[in-house]
């Protein structure tokens, strides 16, 4: 036991004795390579404490491998890969690559199972190398469509999937004529509402005030007017017209607005053109004779719208003129001692010419004072004045004029045959 117990002591006084002789800070040396480093070996390098000559290690690290150029060693192809390797000169080691398979050569899509509109389809390609097939599926078809319908909801006319709910009818109200329309399906729903006529007016017929249909055509204006100074006015509707109401008449005469009828004023002219021929034998100491072919072309009315003359119950008077042509004139003289003269010329007076009104009244030319007829017509002649008319060449002509006369339709007459002895049988009317 108590040998035991002094061993102990000893080595531990010797343990105390080595401690106490390690240096406190190490002096190395440089670095010396023991072994050198290869691609497949790390080397290793130590030092040594110049005091105590304690030993350190440290490892150098693994060189690269220095490898040669890659060789292909299998080619790919596009059904398998290929490889290549590479050798390190110095260790003989080798290192392996897989090369990429090469791309498939494929054909064009073709459908192998066909689209619907509820199904894709399949679209397949093919390798042409390798016979690798390539799978896709294909888009659905279009659903094609038909609108919905007022019963129906949108319907695909393939597969009669529907889409949405019936649109329902739209409807069109009613009109005069049509019943409620639907503008889709034009299904019908009741009965026209029926025209609502304005009746007709003087201007429009008769109207529908919703729809504007006519029917028949305007009443037309009743004019009326109570005389000839106020403009008529519509009796229905109270418009003016254009025109002002009716004359008050009297002898062709308007008594309100002095107007005259010239349609109630007339000459009848016998015959016209006719030629007649007057002849005059003098009974002078000379023995004149002449004689005067003539024929009337033109017989003319004028109203004057004015009091003149006799006719003062009238406000106007007539004027008539007659134009005379003369057609062919001789004139002679026969003196007392035997000498004889001819002219070419003739004279002729006024009053071979008369008017007769409606009545019978004779009417004589401006030029003839007084007049009275005998003979035939049965009225003693008891005085002749007269005013010679001038030398007349044949192809001249001349006036006759009849003035202040009275509205009303008066007769030319005149003389034919001979003048001295008042021949009034072959009066004209």
């Given at each position: 036991?108590?040998?035991?117990?002094?061993?102990?002591?000893?080595?531990?006084?010797?343990?105390?004795?080595?401690?106490?002789?390690?240096?406190?800070?190490?002096?190395?040396?440089?670095?010396?390579?023991?072994?050198?480093?290869?691609?497949?070996?790390?080397?290793?390098?130590?030092?040594?404490?110049?005091?105590?000559?304690?030993?350190?290690?440290?490892?150098?690290?693994?060189?690269?491998?220095?490898?040669?150029?890659?060789?292909?060693?299998?080619?790919?192809?596009?059904a398998?890969?290929?490889?290549?390797?590479?050798?390190?000169?110095?260790?003989?080691?080798?290192?392996?690559?897989?090369?990429?398979?090469?791309?498939h050569?494929?054909?064009?899509?073709?459908?192998?199972?066909?689209?619907?509109?509820?199904?894709?389809?399949?679209?397949?390609?093919?390798?042409?190398?390798?016979?690798?097939?390539?799978?896709?599926?294909?888009?659905?078809?279009?659903?094609?469509?038909?609108?919905?319908?007022?019963?129906?909801?949108?319907?695909?006319?393939?597969c009669?999937?529907?889409?949405?709910?019936?649109?329902?009818?739209?409807w069109?109200?009613?009109?005069?004529?049509?019943?409620?329309?639907?503008?889709?399906?034009?299904?019908?729903?009741?009965?026209?509402?029926?025209?609502?006529?304005?009746?007709?007016?003087?201007?429009?017929?008769?109207?529908?005030?919703?729809?504007?249909?006519?029917?028949?055509?305007?009443?037309?204006?009743?004019f009326?007017?109570?005389?000839?100074?106020?403009?008529?006015?519509?009796?229905?509707?109270?418009?003016?017209?254009?025109?002002?109401?009716?004359?008050q008449?009297?002898?062709?005469?308007?008594?309100?607005?002095?107007?005259?009828?010239?349609?109630?004023?007339?000459?009848?002219?016998?015959?016209l053109?006719?030629?007649?021929?007057?002849?005059?034998?003098?009974?002078?100491?000379?023995?004149?004779?002449?004689?005067?072919?003539?024929?009337?072309?033109?017989?003319?009315?004028?109203?004057?719208?004015?009091?003149?003359?006799?006719?003062?119950?009238?406000?106007?008077?007539?004027?008539?003129?007659?134009?005379?042509?003369?057609?062919?004139?001789?004139?002679?003289?026969?003196?007392?001692?035997?000498?004889?003269?001819h002219?070419?010329?003739?004279?002729?007076d006024?009053?071979?010419?008369?008017?007769?009104?409606s009545?019978?009244?004779?009417?004589?030319?401006?030029?003839?004072?007084?007049?009275?007829?005998?003979?035939?017509?049965?009225?003693?002649?008891?005085?002749?004045?007269?005013?010679?008319?001038?030398?007349?060449?044949?192809?001249?002509?001349?006036?006759?004029?009849?003035?202040?006369?009275?509205?009303?339709?008066?007769?030319?007459?005149?003389?034919?045959?001979?003048?001295?002895?008042?021949?009034?049988?072959?009066?004209?009317?």
């Amino acid at each position: 036991m108590k040998k035991g117990l002094l061993i102990t002591t000893l080595i531990a006084l010797l343990l105390l004795c080595l401690v106490g002789c390690e240096c406190k800070e190490h002096t190395f040396g440089e670095w010396t390579v023991e072994s050198e480093a290869t691609c497949s070996m790390p080397g290793k390098e130590v030092r040594i404490c110049e005091k105590c000559e304690k030993v350190e290690e440290r490892e150098i690290s693994v060189l690269e491998h220095s490898f040669n150029e890659w060789v292909i060693e299998k080619d790919s192809t596009c059904a398998l890969e290929g490889k290549k390797i590479r050798t390190c000169e110095n260790c003989k080691k080798t290192e392996e690559m897989q090369l990429a398979k090469l791309k498939h050569t494929y054909s064009d899509w073709f459908e192998c199972e066909p689209s619907t509109c509820t199904t894709r389809g399949t679209l397949k390609r093919t390798c042409v190398d390798c016979s690798a097939e390539e799978t896709i599926p294909s888009d659905k078809l279009e659903h094609n469509w038909i609108k919905a319908t007022c019963f129906t909801p949108k319907i695909c006319s393939v597969c009669e999937t529907t889409e949405g709910d019936a649109m329902g009818h739209s409807w069109n109200d009613a009109t005069c004529v049509l019943p409620k329309t639907c503008t889709m399906c034009q299904a019908t729903e009741g009965t026209p509402k029926g025209h609502t006529w304005k009746d007709a007016n003087c201007t429009e017929p008769k109207t529908c005030t919703v729809c504007n249909t006519t029917e028949g055509a305007p009443m037309g204006h009743t004019f009326s007017s109570p005389d000839c100074k106020t403009l008529e006015t519509c009796e229905k509707c109270g418009v003016e017209g254009t025109n002002m109401g009716s004359h008050q008449f009297e002898n062709a005469f308007c008594k309100l607005c002095r107007y005259v009828d010239k349609s109630a004023i007339s000459i009848n002219v016998p015959s016209l053109p006719a030629e007649r021929t007057i002849t005059y034998d003098g009974h002078y100491s000379d023995e004149r004779h002449y004689t005067s072919k003539y024929k009337v072309t033109a017989a003319e009315v004028k109203v004057y719208d004015y009091r003149r003359g006799p006719y003062e119950d009238f406000p106007f008077y007539i004027s008539i003129s007659i134009t005379i042509e003369y057609v062919d004139c001789y004139y002679q003289i026969n003196y007392g001692d035997g000498t004889i003269e001819h002219y070419n010329y003739c004279n002729i007076d006024y009053d071979c010419f008369y008017l007769i009104d409606s009545s019978g009244e004779i009417h004589m030319p401006e030029n003839i004072s007084t007049y009275d007829f005998g003979g035939s017509i049965g009225v003693v002649a008891t005085s002749r004045k007269s005013i010679v008319a001038k030398e007349n060449e044949a192809g001249s002509t001349e006036t006759v004029k009849f003035e202040n006369l009275a509205p009303g339709t008066y007769t030319l007459c005149f003389l034919e045959g001979d003048l001295d002895q008042h021949s009034f049988d072959n009066m004209f009317n």
